[in-house]
């Protein structure tokens, strides 16, 4: 049976800048055979955002989650990957990645605070 990779870190490289979105997210592409790099990407990433936290039932704060739309550029799995949202600051953030077969995989939940302070945090 093939499983997912683990989605790796998600993070935020850009807040407010000069892109047209305010923020861009970054993480490295899963594998979807588990670790085997010949087997190729995923099949599917979504982002969706909330403002209440990611909790013990990840899959339940999915279902409540709004998707997120906007540009994405994939990579090649292990290297990274780019994702600009219209995300709502002072929100919460999980990336999910499927195979075909339906296994998914989560990433770890990623906050992003109010451009302001995101700013003074960047040194902006």
């Known amino acids: ?24 997210l970054r993480w490295t592409e899963p594998v979807e055979n588990a670790g085997d790099p010949t087997s ?10 909330s403002f209440i936290p990611v909790g013990e039932d990840t899959a339940a704060w999915w279902g409540q989650a709004a998707p997120v739309f906007g540009p ?10 780019f994702f600009a949202g219209m995300i709502d600051p002072d929100s919460w ?6 195979d075909e077969a339906g296994n998914h995989s989560w990433s770890n ?4 605070p109010p451009l302001c302070e995101a700013n003074r945090f960047l040194g902006r």
């Open 1 to 24: 049976m093939k499983r997912l990779a683990a989605a790796a870190l998600l993070t935020a490289i850009s807040v407010g800048s000069a892109f047209a979105y305010p923020y861009v």
């Open 40 to 49: 190729g990407a995923c099949d599917t990433v979504e982002v969706r955002a």
């Open 72 to 81: 994405m550029q994939r990579a090649s799995p292990g290297e990274f990957s």
């Open 93 to 98: 953030v999980l990336l999910k990645a499927t």
């Open 109 to 112: 939940a990623l906050y992003l």
